[in-house]
């Protein structure tokens, strides 16, 4: 604290007195106080909002980290990326993160990465980063220019600056905040071990579903042909029938007009029984083209030409996770138009 009065002796007894008449925080007291001042009015202005916080992306392509490229936080940052999601750019807008003008270099190095720029492509979301020190040494994070510049930044962004017990302004004002570097690049990507996990249960229960519609549609066709077999039958005893039935009327002692009649009768029907069988047989063939399509687009060859692969190893087992790959292994992928072998290094 910082102390403003007056001093008196009292000469008797060698006494000093103060008589105090201004008491106000100094140093570390100080800075808490600008804190709380700042946070209670950016907070009164809606920077805080939780409605205004937007969901980081699940799978980045492209990510921009504002950071000291010196300090311990970009290496922790980046040795977990490259484990958790080799695939990912990175662009890294350097900055002090500590002394005078420091906030200044974080907020245009923010503005820069969240604006359209010719110089590099677009990113999808913005790491503000710094390992931990005292409220001094994390103080740029907690200046009003910084605050805004996250506010008005058109790229979600993610706040991993100090340790878990530290709390600042950006953080407050950021999308989402990360208690340390290492855990925001963990809340970045997800696993590359667990995706691989997710796409091999995928799999699995698409090919469930594949053997499911094949077997609904094998059931179907030979419903289809039982039917037809039975209607033909059916069809043929009637006719049979009707020619009998034909051949008993036509006695000699009928009118010649009746015999007329029945011939015609008789060749409707011949009609009948040649032209009925194609037709039912047609309807058959439809119904078979029609279930041979949803196979031909649902099956292994359509999904390959979708651009996924089959790995195999050297006796022709499917390789569906990374654990059965073991070094100077020999393996085939196949893909839709043929076949390559290789072998792990």
């Not at 220019?145 to 953080?171: C, K, M, N, Q, Y």
């Not at 033909?232 to 007009?257: C, E, F, T, V, W």
């Not at 029984?273 to 037709?279: G, K, N, S, W």
């Amino acid at each position: 604290m910082q102390v403003y009065g007056t001093v008196t002796v009292y000469e008797t007894r060698g006494q000093y007195q103060l008589s105090v008449q201004i008491l106000q925080p100094r140093g570390v007291g100080l800075l808490q106080a600008k804190f709380e001042a700042l946070k209670r009015k950016l907070e009164a202005e809606g920077l805080f909002a939780p409605e205004r916080k937007r969901l980081l992306p699940k799978f980045p392509r492209r990510i921009g980290i504002v950071t000291s490229p010196s300090g311990a936080a970009i290496r922790d940052i980046l040795n977990v990326l490259s484990r958790r999601a080799p695939w990912l750019q990175i662009l890294i807008n350097p900055v002090r993160v500590q002394g005078t003008g420091a906030a200044q270099e974080i907020a245009v190095a923010i503005r820069e990465l969240a604006l359209p720029n010719k110089a590099f492509a677009s990113v999808d979301l913005i790491v503000i980063t710094r390992g931990g020190g005292s409220m001094e040494d994390l103080w740029e994070f907690n200046e009003e220019i910084v605050a805004r510049a996250i506010f008005h930044s058109a790229v979600p962004i993610l706040s991993a600056v100090g340790h878990e017990i530290d709390f600042t302004i950006s953080d407050f004002v950021a999308d989402l905040r990360a208690p340390t570097p290492s855990a925001a690049a963990e809340l970045i990507v997800p696993d590359i071990i667990d995706l691989q996990r997710r796409i091999d249960g995928c799999t699995r229960a698409l090919g469930r579903q594949l053997l499911n519609r094949v077997r609904d549609a094998q059931q179907r066709l030979d419903h289809a042909r039982e039917t037809l077999q039975r209607c033909l039958a059916h069809k043929i005893d009637s006719y049979k029938r009707s020619l009998l039935n034909i051949l008993r009327a036509l006695q000699p002692r009928k009118l010649s007009g009746e015999l007329m009649m029945r011939r015609n009768r008789f060749a409707d029907l011949h009609r009948r029984l040649v032209a009925c069988p194609p037709r039912l047989l047609e309807n058959a063939v439809h119904r078979f083209q029609r279930i041979e399509g949803i196979l031909r687009v649902l099956g292994p060859d359509a999904t390959l030409r979708r651009g996924y692969s089959i790995t195999m190893n050297d006796h022709g087992k499917i390789i569906r996770t990374v654990t059965a790959i073991r070094p100077r292994m020999k393996i085939r992928t196949r893909v839709s138009d043929g076949e390559f072998g290789s072998e792990i290094i």
